[in-house]
């Protein structure tokens, strides 16, 4: 059974700093990596989806790597300003032959940027 | 990606009483997923939509609790059957293509006295 790990749970920075956010999973066979941001009482943001062939996807400020062989995800963003403090987490999908992607979620890491 | 809409967004329910979550695509999807959120937790799959025949549930679900319809390819409902303050979460809707990216709606924040 796959279980994806986030740490910290916690982290609060100055902001102009950059984040550096963990997630490890135990089941290195995926199928993609997806990092979601969730503000507090909100939905699902996705962020940046990863295909298991991949090694990271870039978006803007944010990037995010994947090392299937270490069980390992790393979501980098850059420059850190106040309006990125919300709740990331990053979500391992298993390929369901019935059912397609059925992700299995980290518990988070809550992010504080400090003006 | 695609624009979901749940609802209701918030409700307050009675103990023992039943709420139906409503799920609205704006495009047809293939995959339709549900997922609860506890308070101070992360998400938790509790199964999977499939169009035209049962949900196929995870580990811990079951239809009589939580039943689930799919009548079509961009609308699915579920229930919260027979509440109790544990069903307390935030319910929350999510769509894909295949095995591609999922998006999620907002979720419908659920309060049970």
């Known amino acids: 059974k796959q279980e994806v790990t986030q740490i910290p749970a916690a982290l609060s920075v100055p902001e102009g700093e950059n984040l550096v956010l963990n997630c490890s999973f135990t089941?290195?066979?995926?199928?993609?990596l997806q990092w979601f941001r969730q503000d507090p009482g909100k939905g699902l943001t996705s962020l940046l989806l990863?295909?298991?062939?991949?090694r990271e996807q870039t978006s803007g400020r944010l990037n995010a790597s994947l090392d299937k062989s270490s069980g390992r995800s790393t979501l980098y963003i850059a420059a850190s300003q106040p309006g990125d403090s919300a709740t990331y987490l990053c979500?391992?999908?298993?390929?369901?032959?019935?059912?397609?992607?059925?992700?299995?979620f980290g518990g988070g890491t809550r992010v504080l940027v400090k003006p | 990606s695609a624009v979901i809409s749940q609802k209701p967004s918030r409700d307050i329910c009675q103990r023992g009483t039943s709420l139906t979550i409503q799920c609205q695509v704006d495009?047809?999807?293939?995959?339709m997923f549900w997922y609860r959120q506890q308070p101070g937790q992360s998400l938790t799959l509790i199964a999977t939509?499939?169009?035209?025949?049962?949900?196929t549930y995870e580990s811990g679900f079951v239809i009589d609790k939580f039943p689930i319809s799919r009548p079509n390819l961009t609308f699915s409902t579920l229930t919260v059957s027979n509440m109790s303050p544990e069903d307390s979460s935030i319910y929350l809707c999510?769509?894909?293509w295949g095995a591609g990216e999922l998006f999620f709606g907002e979720g419908s924040r659920l309060t049970v006295l």
């Open positions: 999510s769509v894909g």
């Open positions: 089941d290195s066979a995926i199928y993609n």
């Open positions: 990863i295909q298991s062939s991949q």
């Open positions: 979500a391992a999908a298993a390929l369901s032959k019935a059912a397609g992607n059925k992700l299995t």
């Open positions: 495009s047809q999807v293939t995959m």
């Open positions: 939509a499939n169009q035209g025949s049962e949900a």
